[in-house]
């Protein structure tokens, strides 16, 4: 087991590392100038900036040079916010974009946990149907098309709620509900698919054998095996919320990384750029990491396998 | 005469599926004498099964459905109970083990609680007692060291202990009959004739009713007192062990016992039935063995046989036993040395 995680941590290491190379010379490629004015500042400026940042250097140097300071945990300095480092600018916006994520990734998972469950156990009934068109709409219809629906209807026609920005527990529930669907709908189709299986299954006729009541045959027969893969899936759900709100946040002008990342692209902000795709890909690196672990804790023959069985 | 414990009374029991309705039981007659063994017999798709699950009430309905029937239980119908009451029964006056240890048992419960559920639930046992007892049955069923192994999950048992489990699980309340649905089928040879005798050995400790249900007449000869076979959903032929091995009129039986395979003669002399089982979403009007039978007259296919009662405990449903018919002697492979008693 030991030997394993090692293993995986090594992996994910190697993966970060050609994740920031594949971006640096991404990034090298692109057309543009990241200076605000580059036609009003003249050669010489421009000349003297590109001195300042390094960019006059031949491209491996600048490459050492970045893996360096990402080693470090220095991302750079910001083309477009004069003096203030790449950090200090991510910082400001996580706590946003974490508190969007984790609302809807909760919502979404207990969501889809519940209608999974319902329509497995109502298997052919209308409930059942009901819960599948949810989940073939949520799949199918992508996020930012829903969140500007809502925004139309509920913000601007109706004025249930507010149309945009991040305040007040109103503000949260259209761009959380935007997110949440897509979750809602892998998760419900998961969860009843996993239950219907469970539900056939010899160890639950078995515990009806027993005589126990259907609450506890569901509850604790049930709905516990049915969620050792969906426990497997929740990262990865949450990673689909991280991407779903770099335009959710666009959508809804919530100040968090998703609608800085997509301000940056338009400024060409190099070093902001570079370093949210480090952050997110840190992220999704843990998250899958973590993913694999959740297997062996929660399913326990994976759990002891290599130990004492 | 030994008092019947449970009784089945026309039980025909279908499901619904897009091919139509599946007539998996047809009229099925059954009694369980109190502290026997009755072995039910037949092919796969006989609805053996059909007829265990539905004294257990474990049908899934959709798409199962009871057509007509009554199983009586000590006199009272099963079928008519409530849910409620019916649970009331399940693992404590009738339990069942089902064929394959390696997915009856819960993969992600210890098999200390999978015992205790039962008896917390019947018995109010609280946690501390339950935890005795299943230590207790654990040990009447051959498990080394049960103090430890009842908190190991189930896939740190072997199958023949998970049957060993299945077992004790089975018999935490003492039940007044024991269903167990090919309880070794799924087992190595060895293991099955261990599992055989523990369920022998319990029994006798337990005088618990068991129904069998087996598609191996050695395992019948060696545990039951009494058979019925099943074929097409009806029982053709019902007798004691005695009867059915040394006297059985029915050419579906004399089939099973041919295809039975024998210690002392070669295995190239196994003769399987030749065909397949009718297809209940539309089953034959008459008998149902007519398509393979070779006696079966023109009045097997238009009308199914009555029972003839042979003894006062077998009975048989085939138009040979009419005194019309022409005299048909059983086949010599079914070789009265087919018992291995
Ligand atoms: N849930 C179900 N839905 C539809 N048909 C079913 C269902 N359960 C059983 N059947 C049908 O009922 C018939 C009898 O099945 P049953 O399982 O009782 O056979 P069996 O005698 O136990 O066979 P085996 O020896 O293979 O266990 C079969 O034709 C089967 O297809
Ligand atoms: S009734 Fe006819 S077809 Fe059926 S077993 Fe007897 S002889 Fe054969
Ligand atoms: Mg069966």
């Known amino acids: 087991m030991v030997a394993y995680i090692l293993k995986r941590i090594l992996y994910m290491l190697i993966t970060f590392f050609v994740i920031v190379s594949l971006s640096f010379f991404a990034m090298k490629l692109l057309p543009g100038s990241p200076y605000r004015n580059a036609a009003k500042l003249g050669p010489e400026l421009v000349a003297q900036l590109n001195h300042q940042y390094g960019f006059d250097k031949p491209i491996p140097v600048q490459y050492i040079n970045y893996l360096n300071k990402v080693l470090h945990g220095d991302l750079g300095v910001s083309f477009q916010y004069e003096g203030r480092t790449v950090n200090s600018i991510l910082a400001s916006k996580v706590p946003v974009s974490a508190d969007l994520g984790i609302e809807a990734t909760i919502i979404g998972v207990l969501i889809g946990i519940i209608l999974g469950a319902i329509a497995a156990l109502r298997r052919g009934t209308w409930l059942d149907y009901g819960v599948m068109v949810i989940a073939v709409l949520g799949i199918s219809v992508p996020s930012f098309i829903l969140a500007q629906l809502m925004q139309y209807y509920f913000g601007v026609q109706l004025r249930w709620l507010p149309v945009a920005k991040w305040d007040g527990i109103e503000s949260h529930i259209m761009p959380v509900i935007a997110l949440a669907v897509g979750s809602v709908a892998v998760i419900a189709r998961y969860m009843r698919n996993e239950m219907i299986g469970v ?111 | 005469m030994l008092e019947n414990i449970l009784e089945i009374k026309d039980l025909r029991v279908s499901f619904e599926t897009y091919a139509g309705e599946v007539q998996a039981v047809r009229g099925v007659n059954l009694e369980l004498k109190k502290g026997e063994a009755l072995a039910i017999v037949g ?140 309880p070794t089928t799924a087992l190595d040879v060895t293991i099955q004739a261990q599992i055989l005798d523990l369920m022998k050995d319990l029994q006798k400790k337990t005088n618990t009713s068991i129904i069998l249900i087996t598609h191996d007449l050695g395992v019948v000869a060696n545990m039951a007192q009494r058979v019925a076979v099943m074929y097409g959903g009806k029982i053709v032929e019902t007798g004691n062990v005695d009867e059915i091995f040394y006297s059985p009129k029915h050419p579906y039986t004399w089939g099973l016992l041919s295809s039975m395979p024998k210690l002392d003669s070669k295995s190239d002399e196994l003769m399987a039935i030749p065909g397949t089982p009718p297809d209940l979403s539309n089953p034959p009007k008459g008998c149902p063995f007519a398509a393979r039978c070779p006696h079966a007259m023109k009045v097997c296919t238009e009308h199914m046989p009555e029972y003839t009662e042979l003894s006062e405990t077998q009975k048989t449903a085939c138009w040979l036993l009419d005194e019309r018919a022409p005299k048909v002697e059983p086949p010599e492979t079914i070789g009265v040395g087919g018992a291995q008693k």
């Open chain 2, 43 to 182: 092919e796969s798709g006989s609805g053996k099964s059909v007829t265990s699950k539905s004294i257990m009430r474990l049908i899934p309905s959709p798409p199962g459905k009871f057509k007509s029937g009554e199983i009586l239980f000590e006199g009272n119908d099963l079928l008519k109970l409530s849910e409620k009451s019916m649970q009331k029964m399940r693992g404590s006056e009738i339990s069942m083990i089902f064929q394959d240890p390696m997915t009856s048992l819960n993969p992600t419960m210890t098999v200390g609680k999978q015992i205790m559920e039962g008896l917390k639930k019947h018995q109010n046992m609280n946690k501390h007692d339950a935890a005795q007892r299943a230590v207790e049955l654990l040990e009447l069923v051959g498990i080394p060291n049960p103090e430890d192994r009842i908190k190991q999950y189930p896939h740190q048992f072997s199958g023949g202990m998970r049957q060993r489990v299945v077992i004790a699980i089975a018999l935490a309340c003492n039940p007044k009959v024991l269903i167990a649905d090919e």
């Open chain 1, 199 to 309: 539900l056939g299954s010899d160890y639950i006729d078995m515990a009806r054998a027993k005589g126990l009541s259907r609450p506890a045959v569901v509850i604790k027969h049930a709905m516990r095996n049915s969620l050792v893969p969906i426990a497997t899936i929740v990262i990865p759900s949450l990673m689909t919320v991280i991407t779903g709100s770099l335009v959710i946040e666009n959508i809804f002008a919530i100040p968090g990384i998703g609608d800085q990342f997509v301000s940056s692209i338009v400024t060409n902000d190099y070093p902001v750029i570079m370093g949210t795709t480090i952050l997110f890909s840190i992220f999704f690196l843990v998250g899958i990491f973590l993913t694999d672990l959740a297997y062996g804790v929660i399913d326990p023959r994976i759990r002891v396998a290599g130990g004492d069985s």
